[in-house]
């Protein structure tokens, strides 16, 4: 992790999937859960900016989607 940006958008997605994370475990709801803790996780595997916004943005996208 060299840039500044790749830092940021990081720690962005690592808030949004703690908050999916933490509304999934209250709620019960497993699709928000399995979610926060993807996002939370991907960024330390993705190597440049541009897939990580985009696989950022799709991992957001899913629980308005997939609702179980």
Do not use: D, H
Not at 26 to 40: M, S
């Amino acid at each position: 992790m060299g840039s500044a940006s790749m830092i940021m958008w990081s720690v962005l997605f690592g808030a949004i999937g703690m908050g999916y994370f933490v509304f999934g475990k209250r709620q019960r709801a497993i699709v928000p859960l399995c979610i926060g803790i993807a996002l939370i996780v991907f960024p330390y595997f993705v190597a440049s900016v541009t897939s990580l916004l985009i696989i950022g943005v799709v991992l957001v996208a899913i629980p308005y989607f997939i609702r179980l």
